[in-house]
C-alpha cells in the first residue's frame, strides 16, 4: 500500500482534531465540575441523573411534608398544654369554694366570674388555627370546632369524624389532626354544670381531674405521633445524603483524575504538533536552505 504525503497530512490533521476535542472536554469538565454539559455527552449518566434528581425531589417533598405535620402537632399539643394550665387554675378556684367556709356570696360570685372567663378562653382554645385551618375540625378545616350558638361542633350535625393525613415517605401517611370534640365538649358541660349549680364545687374537683387526665391522655396520643414524626425526619435525612451522594457519584468530577489526564492530553497533543510539523511535506524555502 502507498502511503502519499497527502494521507500523511489528512491523518495528522484528524489526531490533532481529536486531540483538541479531547481537551475541550476535559476543560469543560474541569471548569464545570460535571462529567457531561449535555445529555449526549454520555446518555447513561444522564438517564441517571434524571432518576437521581427525581429521588431527591421525593425527598424534599416529604421533607416538607414533614415540616406541616410537625406544625399541625406541636400548634395542637402547644393549645392542650394551655387548656391544661387553665383546668389547674379552674381546680385550685373549685377547692377553694369547697374548702372554704368563710366564702361569702361575693366570693362565689368572683369565683364564678373567673371560671366563665376560662370557659370563654378554652371555648377559644378550641377553635385553634395552623395558619388558616382549624385544629380539631377534622377535614372540615375552614370550620371552626365551637360556635356561640350551636356550640360543639359549630355545624351543628355529627362531629367531624374524619382524620386529615400527610403522606411523609412512600405509601406512608400520618395522621396530623387531633379528634378532641368529646374533650371540649365534656370540658364545656363541666362549666355549663357547675354555673347552673347541677354540680356543686365539691362535686366539680373530682371532674375537673377526670377533665386534666383526659388532656394529659390527648397529649400523650400527639406526643407518641411527634416522635414517630421525628423517626421519618431522620429518615428522610438518611435518604437525602444517600441520594445526594449518588448523584454525585454520578455526575461530579474528580478533580484530581480530570486534571491528570488534562496534563497528560496537553503532553500528548504537543507531541502530536511536534512530530505533525516534520510530516508536513517541505516547501521550495526548506530545500534552498
Known sequence: ??????MLSSNMLRNLSNSYSKMGKLQSQIDSGKKITRPSDDPVVAMKGIDYRTALGRVEQFQRNIGEVNNWL???DDAFDKVGSVLQRVQELVTKGANDGTLTDEDKEKIQSELDQ?????????NSRVGDKYLFSGTQTTTPLYDATTGYPASGGTPFEKDVEIEVFDGITLKVNTNAIDVFRNIDQMFKDIKSGAIDFGEAIEQVQGQLDDVLTIRADIGARQNRVELMDNRLQTQEVIATKQMSQNEDVE???AITEMVTQESIHRAALSV??????????DFLR
Open 276 to 285: 505533525g510539523a516534520r510530516i508536513l511535506q517541505p516547501t521550495l524555502t
Open 74 to 76: 406541636d400548634s395542637s
Open 118 to 126: 376560662i370557659q370563654q378562653h378554652i371555648q377559644n382554645m378550641a
Open 1 to 6: 500500500m502507498r502511503v502519499t504525503q497527502s
Open 255 to 257: 478533580y484530581d483524575k
